[in-house]
């Protein structure tokens, strides 16, 4: 076991008990910021201007570069991005440069956006301040959380100092959406909007929203998981996450009943009240959020806790299977209608931000083909050939990208149409950069097209070829990224 690593996590769960200490001992929390220290766009022009619809900054945008800034950076390893064959100048100082910037851009993010894990889903310009929208989109949480991925990628950095920071700094923040949905969103099993009202989306985002928490456990007791989360007291991570493994039992639970009154077997899909046509992100979210539900409830319940994990694998895989059926290569439909034919499109366009969210939830973190040794592996024991799938799946949605996804300047476009893969809206969107970056860093090598850079020598050239234009996509695009934050004097 790594020394770095035993100091890491006794300083986070020291850090762990005085922060929960400070959370409930009435102390009066420090004045927010009324603007944040740096502004992220919307949009980016073709001249690199940035845009901001109605003087507007939006939760998601901060949310999705941060994910691109720890792709880049986590992947700068010698066996990827920095590799002899591409860029080995990243390795390590610009790696480490990047998770630093990571870190102040969470920093940015907590202290500005939320209050104790409510965050406001746009703030506007108003005589010079930033007014929060007094809005909540859950929609922002199930990959507002995923951040919790460059701490467990945290011992690539060959940087003590900088390794212990990733273990510590971010911890506010990767715990306290989590703590929100569930003591706020979360009613009898029912993830709620605001107005107190419940639909597909709903309950999609909150317990996709709510898969963080579901993680931290997992890691805790899985074997293998001694020199990550497993270091800490269970009394030290329990304080932090506000959440015991038996009341995250007892929530999933109560969940269950409600998913299980909801399921309609003959078409594959849950309905909450709002019909079965759903929007494609809340179907990736639902599932991810179903596989941290039914890997909890199997290592941490009972015998009939396993059988409803069962049943929720189960349902998983069908909604996946019925959706996977009308891919094309140039995504899914921004809305699916499932019905007792099968899932068709309800809408003529693919926004590719919700395509690539789907192709994350699928495939990257914390994901749907995520198996360990001490989870409940159902895909591993049961429906191996679902790798082979979800593998072709990437390959196909990668290949999609490089051919239909780009303007004649090589940059991201924001809709194409789902009938033929035309160009519908040629802007280039942050969040949809962040995602791309994103979900390609996690799933280029699923398939059997793509490769990294150590393996270039020993694949086709086409192989080769296509996995270095893959890899330039990522760095022009992280570039404009970049490029587009505005520092505040």
């Known amino acids: ?109 907590d202290r500005f956006f939320h209050q104790s894990g409510r965050f406001d889903s746009w703030f506007e310009l108003t005589d010079n301040s930033y007014e929060p929208s007094g809005e909540v989109d859950l929609s922002v949480y199930p990959h ?44 009898d099993g029912k993830f709620l909007h605001d107005d107190g009202s419940m639909d597909h989306k709903s309950m999609s985002y909150g317990l996709g929203g709510v898969h963080g928490h579901a993680y931290a456990w997992i890691i805790w007791a899985k074997p293998g998981g001694e020199d990550n989360m497993g270091i800490m007291p269970e009394e030290a991570l329990e304080a932090w996450l506000d959440y015991s493994t038996d009341e995250m039992v007892e929530m999933y639970r109560s969940i269950s009943r409600i998913l ?67 891919v094309r290569p140039w995504g899914l439909p921004t809305e699916v209608e499932f019905t007792a034919e099968g899932a068709v499109a309800a809408s003529d366009e693919v926004n590719l931000y919700d395509w690539y969210q789907f192709l994350n939830h699928i495939g990257g973190g914390y994901s749907f083909d995520r198996e360990r040794e001490g989870t409940a592996m159902f895909i591993t024991n049961e429906r191996e050939d679902l790798f082979d799938i979800i593998g072709e799946l990437s390959d196909t949605a990668l290949n999609g990208t490089l051919e239909y996804h780009l303007n004649a300047d090589g940059r991201l476009v924001n809709l194409v149409s789902y009938e033929d893969g035309s160009v519908v ?13 994103t979900m390609a860093g996690n799933i280029y090598r699923k398939g059997s097209m793509f490769e990294r850079a150590s393996d270039w020598d020993s694949v086709s050239d086409e192989v080769a070829e296509r996995s270095r234009a893959l890899y330039d996509l990522k760095f022009k695009h992280i570039g404009l990224l970049e490029g587009s934050i505005e520092r505040m004097n």
Not at 268 to 284: P, Q, V
């Open 260 to 326: 299980d009154e909801a399921w309609i077997d003959e078409v594959s899909i849950y309905d909450f009240g709002d019909g079965t046509r759903w929007n494609l992100d809340a179907i990736g979210a639902m599932i991810r959020g179903k596989k941290a539900m039914y890997d909890v409830l199997y290592m941490f319940g009972t015998d009939e806790d396993r059988e409803i994990a069962h049943t929720l694998f189960e349902r998983t895989v069908s909604m996946f299977e019925t959706v996977n059926q009308i």
């Open 1 to 109: 076991m790594h020394s770095k690593t035993i100091i890491s996590f006794a300083l986070i769960a020291t850090l762990t008990i005085i922060s929960f200490m400070s959370c409930t001992s009435g102390e009066v929390a420090v004045e927010e910021p009324s603007n944040p220290e740096v502004l992220i766009p919307f949009a980016i022009s073709d001249t690199n201007e940035p845009f901001y619809p109605d003087n507007k900054i939006f939760v998601n945008d901060y949310s999705n570069l941060l994910h691109a800034v720890f792709m880049i950076s986590g992947n700068s390893r010698e066996s990827e991005y920095a590799n002899e064959a591409y860029m080995p100048e990243l390795f390590p100082d610009k790696m480490n440069e990047r998770a630093e910037d990571w870190l102040n851009l969470v920093s940015v993010i």
């Open 425 to 437: 809206d040629d802007t280039l969107r942050v969040s949809t950069a962040g995602m791309f970056i």
């Open 144 to 187: 507002l959380v995923y951040s919790y991925h460059m701490h467990h990628r945290g011992s690539r950095f060959d940087d003590e100092i900088l390794y212990d920071r990733l273990s510590r700094e971010p911890s506010n923040y990767l715990v306290k959406p989590g703590r929100y949905l569930l003591g706020e969103v979360l009613k």
